[in-house]
């Protein structure tokens, strides 16, 4: 039987999964033996669907889904989802297009809480991530556009990059009762301000902070020694969870951006876990043993220094470390990007 599950835990999973109460406790042992990796994931941490393919997501059971422009433009450009944009364009002719765009991520997110028992991230365009008002102001229009469809405001995260003005925007939107997600997260200070300003949710990027790691090492990168635990990504999720948890800061820390399934199950006790659909079938599909990595009243017990942020502070921290800035600059172009090709979609369905 494996350690990291307790007897309760065990007998509850296998009543749940299977229906019946289970009074022979070898075959329960023999039911553990046969649990996957996103079982037994689930047992410690939240697990998330980061898709816009929503048909994707009832076969892994997420509580959870999170969504970006990028994604939402893979899937409008599949033949399932083509008549979800048309329809949208179609409803809504004549509008801002920057309106529009808000009405289709929240048809797709709609869809997606239909599946999903929780919650779901839509994100505010990122070419509005260094414009706080702009940003909060979107924020609200979105919330706004769901509750016209009868969805719960805690059922809805919005998704803001995690520059200052993006923190500031989100600390105003937690104010009026909407709850934030600050994503493009790459460094410990972006983590310290988020927890500075009470923000819902943060999402660090554990698999854009390896690549870096990875292509500014060039031949000299040992994969082994860089794997696991070790994994830069991993590390940097690690030092903020830690932080959150040792001076009790109640924002979540829901790791994001994954390459392998190393990377997750390093991170198995955090907050939450946003993983991709092919990297969850990895997970359903492999029954290697699984263990808490990261644990909070470990967390408490360490010793560590308290952190706090101005904007003058903030923003010499992140200048002072290249990966962040380089791969924040980069994740908000590339969303921009995304952003402006989905628009030319919505332009040629209208």
């Given at each position: 039987?494996?350690?990291?599950?307790?007897?309760?835990?065990?007998y509850?999973?296998?009543?749940?999964?299977?229906?019946?109460?289970?009074?022979?406790?070898?075959?329960?042992?023999?039911?553990?033996l046969?649990?996957?990796q996103?079982d037994a994931?689930?047992?410690?941490?939240?697990?998330?669907?980061?898709t816009?393919?929503?048909?994707?997501?009832?076969q892994?059971?997420?509580?959870?889904?999170?969504?970006?422009?990028?994604?939402?433009?893979?899937?409008?450009?599949?033949?399932?989802?083509?008549?979800?944009?048309?329809?949208?364009?179609?409803?809504?002719?004549?509008?801002?297009m920057d309106?529009?765009?808000d009405?289709?991520?929240?048809?797709?997110?709609?869809?997606?809480l239909?599946?999903?028992p929780?919650?779901?991230?839509t994100?505010?365009?990122?070419?509005?991530?260094?414009?706080?008002?702009?940003?909060y102001?979107?924020?609200?229009?979105?919330?706004?556009?769901?509750?016209?469809?009868?969805?719960?405001?805690?059922?809805v995260?919005?998704?803001?990059?995690a520059?200052w003005?993006?923190i500031?925007?989100?600390?105003?939107?937690?104010?009026?009762?909407?709850h934030?997600?600050?994503?493009?997260?790459?460094?410990?200070?972006?983590?310290?301000?988020?927890?500075?300003?009470?923000?819902?949710?943060?999402?660090?990027?554990?698999?854009r902070?390896?690549d870096?790691?990875?292509?500014?090492?060039?031949?000299?990168?040992?994969?082994a020694?860089?794997?696991?635990?070790?994994?830069?990504?991993?590390?940097?999720?690690?030092?903020?969870?830690?932080?959150?948890?040792?001076?009790?800061i109640?924002?979540?820390?829901?790791?994001?951006?994954?390459?392998?399934?190393?990377?997750?199950?390093?991170?198995?006790?955090?907050?939450?876990?946003?993983?991709?659909?092919?990297l969850?079938?990895?997970?359903?599909?492999?029954d290697?043993?699984?263990?808490?990595?990261?644990?909070?009243?470990?967390a408490?017990?360490?010793?560590?220094?308290?952190?706090?942020?101005?904007?003058?502070?903030?923003?010499?921290?992140?200048?002072?470390?290249?990966?962040?800035?380089?791969k924040l600059?980069?994740?908000?172009?590339?969303?921009?990007?995304?952003?402006?090709?989905?628009?030319?979609?919505?332009?040629?369905?209208?």
């Amino acid at each position: 039987m494996r350690a990291c599950h307790n007897g309760k835990q065990l007998y509850l999973h296998a009543v749940q999964k299977t229906g019946n109460c289970l009074t022979d406790y070898s075959k329960l042992a023999e039911y553990t033996l046969a649990m996957t990796q996103l079982d037994a994931l689930k047992q410690f941490t939240t697990v998330v669907a980061d898709t816009g393919d929503f048909k994707q997501l009832a076969q892994f059971k997420p509580q959870d889904a999170t969504t970006n422009p990028s994604l939402i433009l893979k899937a409008v450009q599949k033949p399932d989802y083509a008549p979800l944009l048309s329809a949208t364009v179609a409803r809504f002719k004549g509008r801002a297009m920057d309106e529009v765009m808000d009405r289709l991520l929240v048809r797709f997110g709609c869809e997606i809480l239909s599946i999903v028992p929780g919650r779901v991230s839509t994100e505010v365009d990122a070419r509005l991530s260094f414009d706080a008002a702009a940003t909060y102001s979107r924020g609200e229009r979105i919330i706004e556009l769901y509750q016209a469809e009868g969805v719960n405001i805690d059922r809805v995260l919005i998704k803001v990059a995690a520059t200052w003005e993006g923190i500031q925007a989100a600390q105003k939107l937690e104010q009026r009762g909407i709850h934030t997600n600050l994503t493009l997260l790459f460094s410990f200070c972006q983590a310290v301000a988020c927890g500075q300003a009470k923000v819902q949710l943060i999402s660090p990027f554990v698999g854009r902070i390896y690549d870096w790691y990875k292509k500014s090492a060039g031949a000299s990168w040992v994969e082994a020694d860089n794997a696991g635990a070790n994994d830069p990504g991993v590390k940097s999720v690690r030092e903020i969870y830690n932080h959150y948890k040792h001076f009790g800061i109640a924002t979540e820390v829901m790791g994001a951006s994954f390459r392998n399934l190393g990377q997750i199950t390093a991170l198995a006790g955090c907050d939450l876990l946003t993983i991709s659909p092919e990297l969850l079938a990895q997970l359903a599909g492999s029954d290697a043993p699984l263990v808490r990595a990261l644990d909070a009243t470990a967390a408490k017990a360490l010793d560590l220094p308290a952190v706090n942020f101005d904007e003058a502070g903030f923003r010499y921290a992140l200048n002072q470390d290249a990966m962040a800035t380089e791969k924040l600059a980069e994740g908000i172009r590339a969303f921009a990007a995304d952003a402006v090709k989905l628009e030319q979609l919505m332009l040629a369905a209208a």
